[in-house]
């Protein structure tokens, strides 16, 4: 193929999803590749199925649909690898490891999703800074961590242009999230609009921050489109929009679906989200590439609602 292409992985999961579809309306259907690991139950534009531990076959790829950029979001979350502690840390590091070798040898531009699962116990928990102690306290947050280290590497010995924020907890209306400790303030969404109860895995008052998926997306295509100058972290950026408890969440959800009910019954997953901050200081970001979020908890609210509501085709009284 003559066309330059942006290649994306994982892109069947939460935030794969969504960006697919943005990329393919700025840059045409066929400019982008999407791959994961399965073939999706729907398929629109170019997909193919990929390993990202299968350097060869990620390298067919690139010389295949001359890929430019790469968005690597494949990864094993929070949740689900502290049930495989191995298996998690071989793909989340092979896997990065494969495309900061392409993105070397074929000179391309690459989006690295970090977390605030880098963060741990010994980390200010309130305005959590840009350059703060890491010290995570699962799998997924020792991955991070290390590939943070290996971006900015990579970035000082082969001067490859990878890009990174660390996001925090993402909630859609697209596509359910794939085992994250965040992933109630999807699922609780979803429940209130069905006119079911929900029963939290974390406790009412645990405060984490949030991020609607459209700034989310956003944030991520204006730090990729930035010029280069511009972008002085190469490990990681803070990434901010929100942050509320479950009890808030289910409060503001009252607002407009009176009758909704929530219990709350913690499990491990209480333990992950004690260790990571209640807030983010994303000011680096604001200041380096002009980050600015444009939903607070009210406003998603909203827009979630309205969407689910259509999505379920559900009248709300």
């Not at 968005?71 to 896997?95: D, R």
């Not at 990065?96 to 074929?106: D, M, P, V």
């Not at 799998?139 to 961590?145: D, F, L, M, R, T």
């Amino acid at each position: 193929m003559t066309t330059e292409t942006i290649l994306i992985t994982g892109a069947s999961g939460q935030i794969g999803t969504v960006l697919t579809e943005e990329l393919r309306k700025r840059y045409g259907s066929d400019a982008v590749l999407q791959t994961d690991i399965r073939l999706p139950e729907e398929r629109q534009g170019h997909f193919e199925v990929l390993d990202v531990m299968n350097a060869t076959q990620l390298g067919s790829l690139i010389r295949q649909y001359n890929v430019r950029q790469v968005y690597h979001l494949a990864a094993i979350l929070s949740a689900k690898g502290e049930k495989n502690p191995k298996w998690a840390w071989e793909i989340n590091m092979a896997g990065l490891f494969n495309i900061l070798e392409a993105a070397r040898e074929f000179g391309l531009r690459v989006f690295f999703p970090s977390s605030i699962a880098v963060f741990g116990g010994m980390t200010p928990r309130i305005n959590t800074p840009q350059y703060a102690v890491l010290q995570p306290e699962t799998v997924y947050g020792i991955s991070k961590v290390a590939g943070e280290n290996w971006c900015q590497y990579f970035y000082q010995k082969y001067e490859v242009d990878v890009r990174s924020v660390r996001y925090p907890g993402i909630i859609s209306y697209q596509s359910m999230p794939g085992g994250g400790t965040t992933d109630y303030a999807v699922e609780i969404f979803h429940n209130a609009v069905k006119g079911e109860p929900y029963s939290c895995f974390l406790k009412e008052d645990t405060r984490l921050p949030m991020m609607y998926m459209p700034d989310a997306i956003r944030a991520t295509l204006e730090l990729m489109e930035a010029p280069a100058e511009s972008v002085k972290i190469r490990s990681s950026y803070n990434l901010a929009g929100m942050s509320f408890t479950p009890s808030e969440v289910a409060a503001e959800i009252r607002k407009h679906i009176p009758g909704f009910q929530v219990a709350y019954e913690p499990d491990f997953r209480q333990n992950i989200a004690a260790s990571w901050p209640e807030s983010i200081d994303d000011s680096q970001a604001r200041e380096d590439w002009g980050w600015q979020p444009e939903y607070g908890l009210e406003k998603m609210t909203i827009d979630m609602l309205a969407h689910l509501k259509e999505y379920y085709q559900v009248v709300l009284m």
